[in-house]
T-cell receptor
Framework: AQSVTQLGSHVSVSEGALVLLRCNYS??????LFWYVQYPNQGLQLLLK??????LVKGINGFEAEFKKSETSFHLTKPSAHMSDAAEYFC?????????????FGTGTKLQVIP | EAQVTQNPRYLITVTGKKLTVTCSQN?????MSWYRQDPGLGLRQIYY???????DKGDVPEGYKVSRKEKRNFPLILESPSPNQTSLYFC????????????FGDGTRLSIL
């Protein structure tokens, strides 16, 4: 079984401020973790992924995330928010176990960037 | 251009009238999946397929059917739609391995009256 928890359904930051979006997961097998972004009226796009090669992962648009096994976390950060970062962000876990390969998403965090 | 194509993009229909949402990908991906997105609930996996003729239930399969007769296509079938299936649906595809990200279609907004 696996699950994903995203704390904070809405996060507001000022333009230029640090962005921190939280994701905690649980998985009975080593997980692969992903962050996706969804702009209004669009599908999801990949921001970055953790696949065990490195715990600090850099993605597109200046985002990065750190995998912390001891905390079962994969929080998304960006040093300086831009207006174009306003969107909904989803954390997801994908794992293979017992012949099954499910994908579980968190409930999402809407990021508002205030000028 | 690599893409996942869903049709229709929007559909309003009535309870009990069978409908099919098509999904096609041009990336030769083995893994395909359907999700529904509802406010406050994120995306929930309905069904997935790891290859042709191989399908498995996700977390919310009730009321849905799928088939995978060809590698590129993975239609979602609602045989007797009900209002609680009103939602935004996404199809996605990826390579087979669990460490691969998914490519998403643009979504299908279904309204069941």
């Amino acid at each position: 079984a696996q699950s994903v928890t995203q704390l904070g359904s809405h996060v507001s930051v000022s333009e230029g401020a640090l962005v921190l979006l939280r994701c905690n997961y649980s998985s009975s097998v080593p997980p692969y973790l992903f962050w996706y972004v969804q702009y209004p009226n669009q599908g999801l796009q990949l921001l970055l992924k953790y696949t065990s090669a490195a715990t600090l992962v850099k993605g597109i648009n200046g985002f990065e995330a750190e995998f912390k096994k001891s905390e079962t976390s994969f929080h998304l950060t960006k040093p300086s928010a831009h207006m174009s970062d306003a969107a909904e962000y989803f954390c997801a876990v994908r794992s293979y176990s017992g012949g099954y390969q499910k994908v579980t998403f968190g409930t999402g965090t809407k990021l508002q960037v205030i000028p | 251009e690599a893409q996942v194509t869903q049709n229709p993009r929007y559909l309003i229909t009535v309870t009990g009238k069978k409908l099919t949402v098509t999904c096609s990908q041009n990336m030769n991906h083995e893994y395909m999946s359907w999700y529904r997105q509802d406010p406050g609930l994120g995306l929930r996996q309905i069904y997935y397929s790891m290859n042709v003729e191989v399908t498995d239930k996700g977390d919310v399969p009730e009321g849905y059917k799928v088939s995978r007769k060809e590698k590129r296509n993975f239609p979602l079938i609602l045989e007797s739609p009900s209002p609680n299936q009103t939602s935004l649906y996404f199809c996605a595809s990826s390579a087979a391995s669990s460490n691969q990200p998914q490519h998403f279609g643009d979504g299908t907004r279904l309204s069941i009256l």
